[in-house]
């Protein structure tokens, strides 16, 4: 039963608490737990991860699967996701899959969020590929995780009054709010060295401000060799073909010295191609400006038209910021737009070599249709 109080929004889930098993078929101990919103309301659940209080910013996602992609997705570092897709958990994690080095099965080397909230966790799990238990491993990474919650109202609340700023409280563990938003995340995501993949004639000078794993493996596929570089590297001491901008998290505006490196790239006549924070941080290089959402798109199933055409693609997204195209030249133009609300989701410079889109045309998982432009940054690089 559910129960609301105007005067705290206090919105608590009855539960019956039952012991759940761990991957070594013992019993876990349920531990209780709650999602305090900086708006003063509380969700009651029960932990599954790690037995901590956190804080981060409230966000959600739509993606019906993909939750081990999403939570090792660097973009998401410093929130605390909701999963609107009610049973999470069911097929485990998978077992790691190394391909050039990296972890094909995963977007990353670990979990990037603060948080997890779902309405129902699944301790069994079943996948020909899974070798654990999603709670064990939230716990062995230290992330809390909170199951139980009634994630429509939240989600309802977080669409209404837009991303709020909460903490998983476990046994009573008070802790502060945090802001993702306020500071640069880069140095919490991105390479501390560089380091090359691939063995292509022509190198991509990869800016990593948060880049998740498929899009070096996407590079590598049409047989490029990728230089990736942490987010502050001085792209004037690198030989390259082209420049790839990452995605990544929090507020691209605090990304300054990577604007600084972009805006140099700008005026050398080499290809240059963003995506998500990439596409932000190519904006603000070009003298454009950027803009908080009022609770993001983070889903698998986002279309975008081509502008100019009847073109739609369904798109996979994970963003809380957006281009205002209005504070651009008119040397760059509108390349894709959101069909939902009508946000900019891409540029294009008139030279045709700098060009950007807000979506993952990497989405793993997620829809491939754009997947192409790849395609056309690689020929684009070897022509």
């Not at 109202?153 to 938003?181: C, F, H, W």
């Not at 690198?238 to 010295?257: A, I, M, T, W």
Request: some cysteine; aromatic content about 8%; charged content about 20%.
């Amino acid at each position: 039963m559910t129960t609301i109080r105007r005067a705290t929004e206090r919105i608590m889930v009855k539960q019956v608490a039952v012991g759940s098993c761990d991957d070594a078929g013992g019993q876990r101990e349920v531990v209780g737990g709650r999602l305090v919103l900086e708006d003063g309301s509380v969700f009651e659940g029960t932990s599954f991860g790690a037995p901590r209080s956190s804080a981060g910013e409230v966000v959600f996602t739509t993606g019906m699967v993909g939750y081990p992609e999403t939570l090792t997705d660097p973009s998401f570092c410093g929130q605390v996701v909701t999963f609107t897709y009610p049973l999470i958990g069911n097929y485990g994690v998978p077992r790691a899959r190394e391909v050039e080095g990296i972890d094909a099965a995963l977007e990353s080397h670990k979990i990037h969020v603060r948080g997890v909230i779902v309405a129902d966790y699944s301790e069994t799990f079943s996948h020909w590929d899974a070798e654990r238990s999603l709670g064990s491993w939230l716990e062995e990474q230290g992330v809390s995780a909170l199951t139980g919650i009634d994630t429509r109202a939240l989600t309802q609340r977080l669409r209404k009054r837009g991303s709020m700023l909460g903490k998983i409280v476990i046994d009573d563990e008070e802790i502060d709010y945090y802001d993702p938003n306020i500071e640069n995340l880069g140095g919490y995501v991105s390479i501390p060295e560089a380091k090359t993949y691939g063995t292509g004639t022509k190198r991509i000078a990869l800016l990593d401000c948060g880049a998740k794993h498929n899009i070096i493996m996407s590079l590598v596929s049409r047989g490029l060799q990728v230089i990736r570089l942490p987010w502050d590297a001085d792209l004037g001491g690198q030989e390259y073909d082209g420049v790839f901008l990452s995605n990544g998290p929090g507020n691209p505006r605090f990304f300054k010295k990577t604007i600084e490196q972009v805006r140099w790239a700008l005026g050398q006549d080499k290809p240059v191609m963003g995506i998500c924070l990439g596409h932000q941080l190519l904006a603000l290089a070009a003298g454009g400006s950027t803009y908080k959402l009022k609770y993001g798109h983070r889903s698998q199933n986002q279309p975008v038209i081509e502008v100019g055409t009847d073109r739609c693609c369904l798109t996979s997204q994970n963003h809380g910021f957006a281009v205002a195209t209005s504070t651009l030249g008119s040397a760059w133009k509108p390349w894709f737009e959101n069909l939902n609300d009508g946000t900019n989701e891409g540029l294009m410079h008139e030279s045709g070599r700098f060009r950007s889109v807000q979506f993952h045309p990497e989405a793993c998982p997620g829809p491939t249709d754009t997947a192409y432009l790849f395609d056309d940054f690689a020929r684009m690089v070897t022509a």
